[in-house]
């Protein structure tokens, strides 16, 4: 399977800071049960969810990333001017271009910045904290602000219950500086995917393959279309081999690692990694019932709590891991 690993002879780099944000407005399980056949007892036996944040349709996805940079650059003490590379992870950009990225810099200020969009679904933030380590580590780059971003509610189709209780909007950042001596900092990334599984999880309108038409949007074309049994297969053997992975290049046993953040999209995905690592409950770190799957942003919003609520702390030795539509997956192994 076609795969990149770390190069274990580049510089360091760590996060200096991280943000996060969700709209205000929360959409719950017996909400949705009010417009689909679905039950809040099925929805959270099944994935875990019990409600999702809604963006305003004032709200682009630009607005939720720049919501969650502010932060993230607030707690590493980064100014706009300060940045040269913004990343942004998101399936569901403002437009199909510019990329959000420019938005976003056009929103912060950030001139210096060079700015584009990565489409890697659900694992586009730890594409992007990949990306962003090549250009830093080797001095192209010196202070990147990586974001994962989603307004999925703009895509979703409201009358399917396959899909519609799944899924929600929010933003995660963090940014991403050269690691200045000591032991912190991303130990090692990897990334991986599979074309021939484009069909499983996938928008098939829209695009340049299937151009939107009054009859193919009359059949939600421009929505999304998941087929979950299979998803779910591929996931989890996709995201324990990615932390195989990670933990192998970075010379972690299951027992030094203090905290997993995986990919918040059904809970019993989650299980099925933390048997195969070996951990306990405790040290998966999990927030899907609030939020659902919010893709790329899942993970950048899920590390911001962890790191604002204690739940990681400087010193641990930490594991993230995303699998996404593509397929697409990702893992990084980082000493906070
Ligand atoms: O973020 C990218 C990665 N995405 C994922 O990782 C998602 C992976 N897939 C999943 O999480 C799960 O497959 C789902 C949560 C999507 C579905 O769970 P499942 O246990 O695989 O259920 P299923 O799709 O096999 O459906 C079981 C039954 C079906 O009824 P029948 O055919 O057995 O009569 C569905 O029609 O549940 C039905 N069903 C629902 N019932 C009530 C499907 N959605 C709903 C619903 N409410 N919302």
Redesign the pocket.
Known sequence: MPEITNNPNLDSIRIAGTGSYVPEKILTNDD?AKR????DE??VS??GIRERRIASDAEATSDLATNAARKAMEQAGVDAEELDLIIVATISPDTFFPATACYVQRNLGAKNAVCFDVSA??SGFLYAMSIARQFISTRSAHKALIIGAEKLSSMVNWED??????FGDGAGAAVITRAEGGDSGVMSTYMGSDGNQTDI?VVPGGGSACPITPSNAEQRLNTIS?Q??E??RY?VTAMRGACDRVMADAKLKSEDISMVIP?Q??L??IDAIRERLDVPQEKMFVNLEKYG?T?AA?IAIALDEANRTGAIKRGDKIVLVA???GLTWAAAAIHW
């Open positions: 949705l689909v056949d679905t039950s099925w929805i099944r994935t679904a659900c219950r396959n899909t519609c209780v799944l999880l998941m979950g049994r998803v779910y996931a990919h999209a059904n019993r995905i799957n893709s899942a699998f996404g539509a």
